[in-house]
């Protein structure tokens, strides 16, 4: 018998999903991308499901319900919007265990109808489901893009620039940050405690309410760069470069000094006594998006607001590398979350 | 507050998707059918979504794992086919609690891969997690037909015939002698228990080991016949006749001893000293078809094997009721299964 955390969930996936043929006319990429892509006449059309439980993905303690359903809507739009598409539907399926009261789910359909409605994105369908354990979401979201038009992980090619939007490691500094307070709060040591979030809103919003990059797709789409590969950001910045690397057979340089990082995710970090660059390099959950474009399109990227080149690709030989402040290259390794590895490992 | 056992299921959706309009183009059908549907071009594009819960839907006690993925994928391939589609894309979620290993999973994917291939579906995307509580499957099941062929519910129209397959309540009787030799098998009265199925396969295969109808929306393309509503029946007949009449604004007549009933289920009922008429009426998870044709269709219903036509539409007045072998009628009232029932309460 094998332990699940022995393998991680990417290597489950590939034991699962490795005989997969695919049969129908219309399936036209299948499991290993953010999204399937399906193709219907002159579009195709990409989906992307995600499963998140109680305890495992979200912690009631410090989420909001409305947040809660915000960034469960959220999270799957990103990836829709990771295979250069626009997202149009959505699936919601929830689990509700007894506690619950009418009025609470309503809320998180209240933060999911938001994500969808800021996205343009119609829910189209679900499930409901008592559940005796935790709270369950389960959501399913499809986009459009022009035939052919969709961006996997495994185009990218040497010279290619790499691109991230936003800023990188807040969501993972906001989480620290709540789980602290929580700490804390459950300690009892303090009564009457209660936690001081001023001046942290930035690295908060981060984790509890993330938003999809719908605009630069848009952006993208009008200035008709299509990018080479693109993958969002929600395990980390390591862990996505290096999908894009095994992916497009390639390797990479990212330079330290080019990574976004906001000023208050390097206060944070300080606080904290963490690392900078670690921090933007594995914390997750940014749901920023990171692509590959040819070296000619340089100048076109120059328009896009919040958009840095932070390195570029190289032949495979060479690896995936960052190159640090002081010209030190240090190998990239994927340090991203493993929902599987037990809590002490973590 | 309101407790959510108040509303039930089909309240609770109300309440949660009154608001919704559509916005994109590309969507035509949102909540309230089987099936969502888009449209893309010449094509339109039909998509529901399962949660299954252990201990709400299914109990590992007696379900084997690759019985249950079977039946996960096979009640999405259900859906899609009451929508009068070709299934063909699967997306599968999977949440799993410490206890299991490696080759577990491998068992319920071996179960949602066999489902699969039976109905030519592929399996193109989905997620794995930890879970920290029991296991979870979340299933999104895609589908084909040509465009405004799509079945929905709300078609059916006065003296349209009313057409079921197979036969009904044999899941459901299947379901309560599982129940029963758990609860003597747990008692611990019979040292070396072993439960006794012999002459029981049909009604255990019924509740275990569903199948889709795929070979009926097969010949009803071939025959050139569209129903004018159709849906699967999953929550019992009565359920879906009532969802049938209320979404096309009609009401019906379904004949007694016209009712589809194998032996096995008829002699379990005896056993167990029940009502064989409301098992078949209100017995749930047979995954049958429902669908209504117009009264000009019906020679070329003759040739369809095992379609049985057990009534007709009438006009919203009349009401839906069922005409007894000795003539009279009887209101029929949905007692569909209901999840967020309390047990005591079912």
């Known amino acids: 018998m094998t332990q699940i955390q022995e393998l991680g969930e990417f290597?489950?996936?590939?034991?699962?999903?490795?005989?997969?043929?695919?049969?129908?006319?219309?399936?036209?990429?299948?499991?290993?991308?953010?999204?399937?892509?399906?193709?219907?006449?002159?579009?195709?059309?990409?989906?992307?499901?995600?499963?998140?439980?109680?305890?495992?993905?979200?912690?009631?303690?410090?989420?909001?319900?409305?947040?809660?359903?915000?960034?469960?809507?959220?999270?799957n739009i990103s990836d829709v919007c990771a295979m250069n598409a626009r997202p149009t539907q959505m699936l919601v399926s929830i689990g509700i265990s007894q506690r619950f009261h009418v009025e609470q789910i309503e809320e998180i359909y209240a933060g999911i109808y938001l994500a969808c409605e800021k996205a343009g994105v119609d829910v189209v369908g679900g499930d409901t489901s008592a559940s005796l354990t935790g709270l369950t979401i389960s959501i399913t979201c499809?986009?459009?893009?022009?035939?052919?038009?969709?961006?996997?992980?495994?185009?990218?090619?040497?010279?290619?620039?790499?691109?991230?939007?936003?800023?990188?490691?807040?969501?993972?500094?906001?989480?620290q940050l709540l789980e602290r307070e929580k700490r804390i709060f459950q300690s009892?040591?303090?009564?009457?405690f209660q936690p001081d979030f001023a001046g942290k809103e930035y690295i908060l919003e981060r984790q509890l309410k993330p938003e999809a990059c719908v605009d630069t797709i848009k952006y993208l789409?009008?200035?008709n760069i299509v990018p080479t590969a693109m993958m969002d950001v929600s395990d980390g910045l390591s862990s996505e470069l290096l999908h894009i690397c095994k992916a497009s057979g390639v390797g990479c340089?990212?330079?330290?000094?080019?990574?976004?990082?906001?000023?208050?995710?390097a206060s944070m970090c300080d606080e904290f006594n963490m690392n900078l660059t670690t921090v933007a390099l594995n914390g997750g959950e940014d749901y920023e998006l990171l692509f590959t474009v040819p070296l000619s399109e340089h100048e076109k990227l120059q328009g896009l607001e919040g958009v840095h080149i932070i390195g570029h690709i190289t032949e495979a030989n060479a690896g995936a590398a960052l190159?640090?402040?002081?010209?030190?290259?240090?190998?990239?390794?994927?340090?991203?979350?493993?929902a599987f590895k037990r809590e002490e490992e973590k």
């Open 11 to 75: 290597r489950l996936i590939d034991a699962l999903t490795e005989c997969i043929e695919l049969q129908n006319e219309s399936s036209k990429v299948g499991v290993g991308d953010d999204c399937a892509v399906m193709n219907y006449g002159d579009k195709d059309v990409v989906a992307t499901t995600d499963l998140l439980l109680e305890g495992i993905h979200f912690d009631l303690t410090y989420t909001p319900l409305k947040h809660l359903g915000y960034k469960a809507a959220m999270v």
């Open 188 to 192: 009892g040591q303090d009564e009457g």
């Open 253 to 265: 340089r990212v330079y330290e000094d080019k990574l976004p990082i906001d000023y208050a995710t």
């Open 142 to 175: 499809l986009g459009e893009v022009e035939k052919d038009r969709a961006v996997l992980r495994s185009g990218a090619k040497e010279t290619d620039l790499i691109c991230v939007t936003g800023d990188l490691g807040a969501a993972y500094m906001g989480l």
């Open 323 to 338: 190159v640090t402040r002081d010209g030190q290259e240090m190998k990239i390794t994927a340090q991203g979350w493993n």
């Open 221 to 223: 789409r009008e200035k």
